[in-house]
């Protein structure tokens, strides 16, 4: 069955950067992109942008343009996720999910993301 | 960008009554490019709904959506246990995806 694993939990000060991995599995990697959506405690769901797996053409959420970079590799089924300049309201669960055609039907378990000095 | 509002932002109800959940575009979604979540605590969204009216794969059929343009209907015909949780619209219909604020479903 479908599986998007993700890179454990992580802890930043602020000013610095994240990379959070999902690897994916049981299915054609090309064939699919990838969405990040992300949640901050008690609050509602953010979509943050999606990549393609193959060509790596790259959608990003207005909110997060100059922040965010989305990039894949296809040796590893990976995909991967950087956010810069991490502020303490980006504290929040990132997750990947399989994008297809603009709906998401498999997500990763959610990386924790604190923001903190 | 599309704003989307959900209505109510809690619905307290029994199990086995109806639950009717609304998501309110700012401008019109084409081609009806809405989807629709459930979440519970600590879990990862499951998608329910796509196309505004498909269910997705092994979804049951207590769960129905309907509308078009900027009015979206989720509907949960006969509410079970394990139904309350919370609820999202998301579209994808323009580059810019968005979702609803949330619509939490409680055991009245």
């Known amino acids: 069955q479908v599986q998007l694993v993700q890179s454990g939990v992580e802890v930043k000060k602020p000013g610095a950067s994240v990379k959070v991995s999902c690897k994916a599995s049981?299915?054609?990697?090309?064939?699919?992109?990838f969405s990040w959506v992300r949640q901050a405690p008690g609050e509602g769901l953010e979509w943050m942008g999606w990549?393609?797996?193959?060509?790596?053409?790259?959608n990003y959420a207005q909110n997060f343009q100059g922040r965010v970079t989305m990039t894949t590799d296809t040796s590893t089924s990976t995909a991967y996720m950087e956010l810069t300049s991490l502020r303490s309201d980006d504290t929040a669960v990132y997750y990947c999910?399989?994008?297809?055609?603009?709906?998401?039907?498999?997500w990763g378990q959610g990386t924790l993301v604190t923001v903190s000095s | 960008e599309i704003v989307l509002t959900q209505s109510p932002g809690t619905l307290s109800l029994s199990p086995g009554e109806r639950a009717t959940l609304s998501c309110r575009a700012s401008?019109?979604?084409?081609?009806?490019?809405l989807a629709w979540y459930q979440q519970k605590p600590g879990q990862a969204p499951r998608l329910l709904i796509y196309?505004?009216?498909t269910r997705a794969t092994g979804i049951p059929d207590r769960f129905s959506g309907s509308g078009s343009g900027t009015d979206f209907t989720l509907t949960i015909s006969r509410l079970q246990p394990e139904d309350f949780a919370v609820y999202y619209c998301?579209?994808?219909?323009?580059?810019?995806?968005?979702f609803g604020q949330g619509t939490k479903v409680e055991i009245k």
């Open positions: 999910a399989r994008f297809g055609t603009g709906y998401s039907e498999y």
């Open positions: 049981s299915y054609n990697f090309a064939s699919y992109g």
């Open positions: 990549i393609s797996a193959y060509m790596g053409n790259t």
């Open positions: 401008q019109s979604v084409r081609f009806s490019y």
């Open positions: 196309g505004a009216s």
């Open positions: 998301q579209q994808y219909s323009n580059s810019q995806y968005t």
